[in-house]
């Protein structure tokens, strides 16, 4: 079971951090993403990190401003979100993996309900 929190409301240029606690699973064997939906849009892949290394990946239009790492003691991911813009208004998705780190919905097993995010300009 995945729950993600932290969304919220903010001003562009402002900062959220949001939090993917997981549960019933092996933390430290899976790989975690963070998507995000906007409205009349496909899903799309923000940042993931790796099972037991931690390394963290991120896509080019969020690259320099968000920021994800694990926490292996809490079983909980987080997205640190800087510079907000509003074109990252969103409802922001964590999901959990095996074998797979990468943009691709399909891969990943587990999903858990979404965090808005609204970024107001």
């Known amino acids: 079971q995945l729950q993600a929190s932290g969304g919220g409301l903010v001003q562009a240029g402002g900062t959220l951090r949001l939090s993917c606690k997981a549960s019933?699973?092996?933390?430290?064997?899976?790989?975690i993403g963070w998507f995000r939906q906007a409205p009349g849009m496909e899903r799309e892949g923000v940042s993931y990190?790796?099972?037991?290394?931690?390394?963290?990946y991120h896509a080019d239009s969020v690259k320099g401003r968000f920021t994800i790492s694990r926490d292996y003691a809490k079983n909980t991911v987080y997205l640190q979100m800087n510079s907000l813009k509003p074109e990252d208004t969103a409802v922001y998705y964590c999901?959990?993996?095996?074998?797979?780190?990468?943009?691709?919905?399909?891969?990943?097993?587990?999903w858990g309900p979404g965090t808005q995010v609204t970024v107001s300009s």
């Open positions: 990190i790796s099972p037991s290394e931690g390394i963290g």
């Open positions: 019933g699973f092996s933390f430290a064997d899976h790989g």
């Open positions: 999901a959990a993996s095996v074998g797979y780190i990468g943009d691709n919905p399909a891969g990943y097993k587990y």
